[in-house]
């Protein structure tokens, strides 16, 4: 049997406590409750959970953020558990189509150099390499920058 596809809805504050916790399973430098507090209450943010099953507890999530026509993908986080299941695709999915009903029309984002999975899953979706950050991160990582037209 196929699995369902992930149901995907906007995040509230009662989903804080896992968001928390799958940037603990997810990022080697989650941030702290108070700043995904903030993102949550922030009026220009889109900030999404994904679960495997409808109902379920969020297995993933995403934050993005908006200002005059463009975005930034800041966050996109899947619980070790839940990946290669679509979960990201999903949330990516349905948030670059609520941030063209806001009359968004590009979307960047930055990504560890060596971050393949990510750079194979912003590729798949149409994002283009458009920058290079040397030694960008704290431990002296590049990054690189995508984007994507909306
Ligand atoms: C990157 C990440 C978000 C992908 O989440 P995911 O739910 O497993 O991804 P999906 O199942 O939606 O995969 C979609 C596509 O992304 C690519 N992809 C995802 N994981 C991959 C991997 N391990 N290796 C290669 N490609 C991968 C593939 O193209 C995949 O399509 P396919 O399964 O049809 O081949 C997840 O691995 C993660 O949370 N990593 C840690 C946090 C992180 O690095 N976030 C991004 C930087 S902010």
């Known amino acids: 049997m196929t699995a369902p596809p992930p149901a995907v809805r906007s995040a509230h504050e009662a989903d804080l406590d896992r968001i928390a916790q799958l940037e603990e399973l997810a990022f080697v430098d989650p941030w702290p409750r108070e700043m995904l507090a903030y993102e949550l209450a922030h009026p220009h943010a889109v900030l999404l959970v994904a679960s495997r099953t409808e109902g ?9 953020r908006h200002a005059v026509g463009e975005a930034e993908l800041l966050r996109v986080g899947v619980d070790p558990e839940a990946r290669r299941q679509g979960l990201a695709r999903a949330l990516l999915v349905e948030g670059l ?23 194979d899953l912003y590729e798949s979706l149409g994002f283009c390499c458009t920058g290079h950050r040397k ?16």
């Open 56 to 64: 379920g507890p969020p297995d993933a999530y995403a934050a993005f």
């Open 135 to 150: 030694g960008y991160y704290r431990d002296g990582t590049d990054a690189l920058i995508f984007v994507l037209g909306i």
């Open 97 to 119: 189509e609520r941030l063209r009903q806001l009359d968004v029309q590009v979307c960047f984002l930055e990504v560890r150099v060596d971050n393949k999975p990510a750079i």
